[in-house]
């Protein structure tokens, strides 16, 4: 029967775009420490008992056209309807990040006797675990692929591909997607940060500026990638190498965000007591050097592709062009699949062009004020406070629109179901409910992208240290905690038409609220000379406890120069 040839036709093509993709996540997620993991073997789509049983069972004729209202039908007969009305996406916003110049490991809070300070910190910060969303670190957060509603309508369209097929097909829904549900995204940032700090008649410039490499890659552990190499076998270890390159790691080598900040004495100064406060900027010229040293850049999909089920099948009838039909596919999984990485992986070396504008705030005190010891005279409490308000900047951001079930219920697809209705369906309605399935299938993978004007609005940091710095010792010690927190973006200005802004969903493309607590340590080893002194340190902090940002940590050696 044609019809049902159709949709054994339909299950090939879904069945190759599914296993092309998690063949090609099988080579790309794993990533451990610059590693890359595979055990040799090429994967051949039609090298599968799946669908060479459905090949097999199938008689095409070469060249068979088929029509609008027969591929509906298929559509409709084995529920892809109503998995078009589930959303892919739970969220379009890009992740949260936190600028380099705000960690508390490059503050320049040193007891500096001599009136300059030049320094370069040399660091390696890495996040093991993104935050996709407030509270989760796992990529099928942001994805909704294991929701109850669509798995449920996963399933039942595969109960029905089961009758249809007459066959025993085995697909387990829930166990094949729960393989990648503790997927992420590691980053990692390795440079070095230029300082300095000039003291002019008891006024304070300092100013920060790093330069360094950014990595992102998709991750799991060795444990889950084993586990899934098992399920699906892996690529060819030089295949695997170029597919990662191309689609799953992004990097950027380049310059970060200035910060300059100035600062006075507050009241009436006392030995080894002080209130300063003060003003500083972000400037956002994060430039870019060098792109791809390991991985790409990913642009933002502005001119969404076409995907046609009606070329597909009839590509597909041919035993000589069904490469082709593959072949879209494939390129479509791929489109798909880079679009996403550019919201997950690529991502500017600042703050993503907002200028920033706030005030500071500095103390030291003495524990001697408290404690009368004399070891308390070698013990001090320092004080760091930075307030600053985010100017907005248009730049893209992905949308998806607000689910809209009113629109399926008005085209009564049910219409193709019923043998006494689906006769009656012209060939002009059939092929515009085709256009508008094949419309909603695009949207389920590629957000709409328009120019947006964004409003990060506040970030404020807290750090507090317990200084040891004796003045006759050579060595000195830092340990304290750092609280750092942004709050949520606002979206407005987005450049739709009226009818398409009143269907986008706003708040799925805006980023949350994200802080972190932060312990950090600094071993420091003074150089006393007659006209300078040199300052050597060992420093390391790391997140213990955040929401909507990963924790990561960071490790530096700094020297400094003091004259």
């Not at 969220?91 to 949260?96: C, K, Q, V």
């Not at 689609?247 to 007591?273: A, M, N």
């Not at 009606?310 to 593959?326: I, V």
């Not at 993978?445 to 506040?458: D, G, Q």
Request: hydrophobic share 40%.
């Amino acid at each position: 029967m044609r019809f049902k040839k159709i949709l054994k036709l339909f299950f090939v093509c879904v069945l190759c775009c599914h296993m092309s993709g998690v063949a090609a996540m099988d080579d790309c997620f794993f990533m451990e420490d610059n590693e890359l993991f595979g055990n040799g073997g090429e994967y051949d789509i039609f090298n599968n008992e799946d669908v060479n049983a459905i090949l097999d069972t199938t008689i095409f004729k070469v060249g068979e056209q088929v029509s609008p209202k027969e591929v509906v039908a298929a559509l409709v007969e084995i529920s892809v309807v109503k998995l078009l009305e589930e959303d892919l996406f739970l969220s379009t916003a890009p992740l949260n990040k936190r600028s380099l110049v705000t960690y508390p490991l490059f503050l320049c809070d040193k007891d500096y006797a001599l009136k300059w300070d030049i320094g370069v910190n040399l660091f390696y910060n890495q996040t093991t675990r993104m935050n996709f969303t407030y509270d989760s670190s796992c990529l099928f957060c942001y994805l909704g692929l294991l929701q109850p509603n669509l798995i449920d309508k996963i399933n039942g369209a595969i109960d029905k591909i089961r009758e249809i097929l007459g066959q025993d097909f085995d697909f387990d829904t829930i166990g094949t997607l729960s393989l990648f549900k503790h997927a992420t995204c590691n980053e990692r940032r390795v440079g070095i940060m230029l300082q300095g700090l000039r003291e002019y008649r008891d006024v304070r410039f300092h100013f920060k500026f790093p330069f360094y490499w950014r990595e992102r890659n998709y991750y799991l552990t060795p444990a889950e990638q084993e586990e899934i190499e098992r399920e699906f076998g892996a690529l060819d270890p030089d295949q695997q190498e170029e597919f990662q390159a191309e689609h799953l790691i992004s990097d950027r080598l380049g310059f970060g965000d200035f910060r300059f900040e100035v600062d006075f004495p507050v009241g009436r100064q006392k030995k080894g007591f002080y209130w300063r406060a003060g003003v500083l900027t972000t400037l956002p010229i994060n430039i870019a050097i060098i792109d791809g040293l390991m991985g790409s850049v990913y642009k933002k999909c502005q001119s969404r592709p076409s995907f046609s089920f009606e070329e597909l099948f009839s590509l597909a009838t041919d035993p000589e062009t069904r490469p082709e039909a593959e072949k879209i596919a494939e390129d479509f999984f791929l489109c798909a699949l880079d679009c996403m990485s550019n919201t997950f992986l690529d991502t500017t070396l600042g703050r993503d062009r907002h200028l920033g504008v706030g005030a500071l705030f500095r103390s030291k005190v003495p524990f001697s004020t408290l404690i009368k010891k004399s070891w308390a005279e070698q013990v001090f409490y320092k004080g760091n406070i930075t307030f600053e308000y985010l100017f907005p900047y248009m730049k893209c951001r992905n949308f998806i629109e607000c689910p809209d079930i009113q629109a399926f219920l008005d085209r009564h697809f049910e219409d193709y179901d019923d043998e006494e209705l689906v006769d009656e369906i012209t060939e002009a309605r059939a092929r515009d409910d085709l256009e508008f399935l094949e419309e909603k299938f695009v949207d389920k993978f590629f957000p709409y992208v328009y120019m947006t004007k964004v409003r990060p609005r506040i970030e404020l940091t807290w750090s507090n240290k317990l200084s040891y710095e004796p003045p006759s010792k050579i060595f000195g010690l830092h340990l304290g905690l750092d609280f750092w927190i942004k709050s949520g973006e606002r979206l407005s200005n987005v450049s739709a038409s009226c009818e398409r802004k009143k269907r986008l969903d706003y708040c799925k493309a805006t980023r949350g609220l994200a802080y972190q607590w932060r312990g950090l340590g600094e071993f420091i080893f003074r150089v006393k000379r007659q006209t300078k002194d040199l300052y050597l340190s060992l420093n390391i902090d790391g997140a213990f406890a955040s929401k909507g940002i990963g924790k990561d940590f960071m490790v530096t050696f700094n020297i400094e120069s003091n004259f």
